[in-house]
């Protein structure tokens, strides 16, 4: 019997606590805004699966597997920097052009050390 009341008195005491919760709602602009980042994102990865794009990244030493896990840690600002880019070239326009810039990028970010895809490229620490 004590052993009952024990019980119940402890999942009283547990069931008192209430964990504080916070909802607040989001605004239209900020789900416009993601779903934008998620389209520039889609349309970066479409660019990147075409064939000549992979084979002038690969002859500069950057396998697509490389690729797709770099653009899928980039900001949002440097995949609409990209797109921006890549959006002024003309129809048909220079592939190699936005490959340079894509390996730049990387370049930039294996000096800073945010990744290591090139090992002769040392980080700045």
């Given at each position: 019997m004590?052993?009952?009341i024990a019980?119940?008195?402890i999942l009283t005491?547990?069931?008192?606590?209430?964990?504080?919760v916070q909802a607040?709602?989001?605004?239209?602009?900020?789900?416009l805004?993601?779903?934008?980042?998620?389209?520039e994102r889609?349309k970066?990865?479409?660019f990147?699966?075409?064939?000549?794009?992979k084979?002038?990244?690969?002859?500069?030493?950057v396998?697509?597997?490389q690729v797709?896990?770099?653009v899928?840690?980039m900001?949002d600002?440097?995949v609409?920097e990209i797109?921006?880019?890549?959006?002024a070239?003309?129809?048909?326009?220079d592939v190699?052009g936005?490959v340079?810039?894509?390996?730049i990028?990387?370049?930039i970010t294996d000096?800073?050390?945010?990744?290591d895809?090139?090992?002769f490229i040392?980080?700045?620490?």
């Amino acid at each position: 019997m004590r052993k009952t009341i024990a019980l119940s008195m402890i999942l009283t005491l547990l069931a008192s606590f209430v964990l504080p919760v916070q909802a607040a709602m989001i605004g239209t602009g900020e789900m416009l805004h993601q779903q934008s980042m998620v389209n520039e994102r889609v349309k970066l990865a479409a660019f990147l699966d075409r064939d000549e794009v992979k084979q002038q990244l690969v002859s500069m030493g950057v396998s697509p597997d490389q690729v797709k896990s770099r653009v899928a840690s980039m900001t949002d600002q440097e995949v609409s920097e990209i797109n921006h880019k890549m959006e002024a070239m003309p129809a048909g326009g220079d592939v190699l052009g936005i490959v340079v810039l894509i390996f730049i990028v990387f370049v930039i970010t294996d000096v800073i050390g945010a990744t290591d895809i090139f090992p002769f490229i040392k980080p700045v620490r």
